[in-house]
């Protein structure tokens, strides 16, 4: 279970790593890019079903020639 200590640590970890002016702008880029995927998953446009199983298979006849 993760514990208040835990998430202390985990701060200072990427203070530690990443530097405290880089955190807000990598919270912000992770907030819009959790945000964009919520919205394509609500706005997900509708997939074209397969209908090849319906339809008959094309004609394959020789082009025709002139003569």
Known sequence: ???PQDIWVALG???FF???K???ELSRSLGHA???FKKGLV???PRPENHAADSPPPENRPPETQG
């Open 18 to 20: 990443f530097g405290a």
């Open 34 to 36: 959790v945000s964009e």
């Open 1 to 3: 279970m993760i514990g």
């Open 43 to 45: 706005d997900e446009p």
């Open 22 to 24: 880089k955190l807000p």
């Open 13 to 15: 970890l990427m203070v």
